[in-house]
Nanobody, 125 residues
Framework: QVQLVESGGGLVQAGGSLRLSCAAS????????MGWFRQAPGKEREFVAV????????YYADSVKGRFTISRDNAKNTVYLQMNSLKPEDTAVYYC??????????????????WGQGTQVTVSS
């Protein structure tokens, strides 16, 4: 099992930027794909971005493509989500998650077994 702690959320105006961080501990971080998901009030949790265990492959939801960038620093056991050109519809609680199996990747939340507590991102218009 891995423990995940997100940080970096907050209130920002539309068009602004935020950088989320997720610090991991408890198992070999570098062997597992990491994902970011979000959940807005009254909506289901949705996929945002995923990065492979090695960091050489990334995949994004269409709604954030070109605006968000996921990255990881395996030496620091940390994954990041750089969010630019934020829109009010990006408002949600953002969660990082670790894939259940090493060396595999997915966009489905059901394949991620460890989750952080979430960090609130609010974008005002």
């Amino acid at each position: 099992q891995v423990q995940l702690v997100e940080s970096g959320g907050g209130l920002v105006q539309a068009g602004g930027s935020l950088r989320l961080s997720c610090a991991a501990s408890g198992r070999t971080f570098s062997n597992y794909a990491m994902g970011w998901f979000r959940q807005a009030p009254g909506k289901e949790r949705e996929f945002v971005a995923v990065i492979s265990w090695s960091g050489d492959r990334t995949y994004y939801a269409d709604s954030v493509k070109g605006r968000f960038t996921i990255s990881r620093d395996n030496a620091k056991n940390t994954v990041y989500l750089q969010m630019n050109s934020l829109k009010p519809e990006d408002t949600a609680v953002y969660y990082c998650a670790a894939h259940i199996y090493p060396f595999l990747s997915s966009t489905s939340p059901f394949n991620f077994g460890s989750w952080g507590q979430g960090t609130q991102v609010t974008v005002s218009s």
